[in-house]
Nanobody, 124 residues
Framework: QVQLVESGGGLVQAGGSLRLSCAVS????????MGWFRQAPGKEREFVAA????????YYADSVKGRFTSSRDNAKNTVYLQMNTLKPEDTAVYYC?????????????????WGQGTQVTVSS
């Protein structure tokens, strides 16, 4: 059974950086791309970033553009989210997810497999 496991979350001061990892393991994994989402308490899950496995092309939400960078290591079946210049409003549980959509999608329902999430807390 395919598992997506996030790691790298934690507590950081505003202006600091964190790097999240999402490792895919087990079973037969096939997807065109991966996405990063986040969910703050009392809010809906929101799209953060997406990356294609083959090309490495990326797409970002306006709220993180210029601060967050996604990358992938195909040999390790792992994607990363480098988060710089963090703000208190970035505080949330961050999830990675896999999609078979051939175009970038920001809709959670179009991702078929999800990790368990990792907490990111940014203090002011």
């Amino acid at each position: 059974q395919v598992q997506l496991v996030e790691s790298g979350g934690g507590l950081v001061q505003a202006g600091g950086s964190l790097r999240l990892s999402c490792a895919v393991s087990g079973g037969t994994f096939s997807s065109y791309g991966m996405g990063w989402f986040r969910q703050a308490p009392g809010k809906e899950r929101e799209f953060v970033a997406a990356i294609r496995w083959n090309s490495g092309r990326t797409y970002y939400a306006d709220s993180v553009k210029g601060r967050f960078t996604s990358s992938r290591d195909n040999a390790k079946n792992t994607v990363y989210l480098q988060m710089n210049t963090l703000k208190p409003e970035d505080t949330a549980v961050y999830y990675c997810a896999a999609t078979n959509r051939v175009v970038f999608t920001t809709t959670p329902g179009e991702y078929y497999s999800w990790g368990q999430g990792t907490q990111v807390t940014v203090s002011s």
